[in-house]
């Protein structure tokens, strides 16, 4: 079965730390890959995609992922974090192809001490 | 330049009505997809729509049909309205030959949020 597992519920980090969101997929295929942010009230932003060649992406807002094929995982990552960063974090899988039919992971709730 | 814009932002329904939600897709976009987000869960695809026809359809009952009208714009209608419905509704748009290269990208709204009494 196609699936995205997001092990972290929530995550909470002090500002100016780094930070790792954990992403697993089962897919049949090597799917596109996505990492979307929502802010409360808000709709889905697009932080980063992986659709083929090299495996570390950067992002917006100084985010970056990178895809392990042999994992089946495709981790979220930031150096140092913003109060401003603290939202729910996506972790998305699509075939390839088009932007159709996007499976979501659960998300991680992010939440930045000061 | 517009993004997704859907409406109401809002709304309350009881047990058995209907509702029908509306999306605008970003300004020369042409596809339309719409996601059910329960609370504390992630989206799940309902459908999609392209070229005025559903393309796609994600394990939803026929309850839920959609439309895209000749300017891309679209709807989504819910029948027989259960307490589980009670939900963000996410529109999201793109452009099809960009996606469908891998490139271009999928643009969300800030939903509209049903509850269901």
């Known amino acids: 079965a196609q699936s995205v597992t997001q092990p972290d519920i929530h995550i909470t980090v002090s500002e100016g730390a780094s930070l790792e969101l954990r992403c697993n997929y089962s897919?049949?295929?090597?799917?596109?890959l996505f990492w979307y942010v929502q802010s409360p009230g808000q709709g889905l932003q697009l932080l980063l995609k992986y659709f083929s060649g090299d495996t570390l992406v950067q992002g917006i807002k100084g985010f970056e992922a990178e895809f392990k094929r042999s994992q089946s995982s495709f981790n979220l990552r930031k150096p140092s974090v913003h109060w401003s960063d603290a939202a729910e974090y996506f972790c998305?899988?699509?075939?390839?192809?088009?932007?159709?039919?996007?499976?979501f992971g659960a998300g991680t709730r992010l939440a930045v001490h000061p | 330049d517009a993004g997704v814009t859907q409406s109401p932002t809002h709304l309350i329904k009881t047990r058995g009505q209907q509702v029908t939600l509306r999306c605008s897709p970003k300004s020369g976009h042409d596809t339309v997809s719409w996601y059910q987000q329960a609370l504390g869960q992630g989206p799940q695809f309902i459908f999609q729509?392209?070229?005025?026809?559903?393309?796609q359809r994600g394990n939803f009952p026929d309850r839920f049909s959609g439309h895209q009208f000749p300017n891309y714009s679209s709807e989504l209608n819910v029948n027989a309205l259960l307490l589980g419905d009670s939900a963000l509704y996410l529109c999201?748009?793109?452009?099809?030959?960009?996606?469908?290269?891998?490139?271009?990208?999928?643009?969300f709204g800030e939903g509209s949020r049903l509850t269901v009494l």
């Open positions: 897919y049949g295929a090597t799917p596109y």
């Open positions: 999201a748009s793109s452009l099809a030959r960009l996606a469908g290269v891998g490139t271009g990208e999928l643009f």
């Open positions: 729509y392209y070229e005025e026809e559903e393309r």
């Open positions: 998305a899988v699509g075939p390839r192809g088009g932007y159709n039919k996007l499976i």
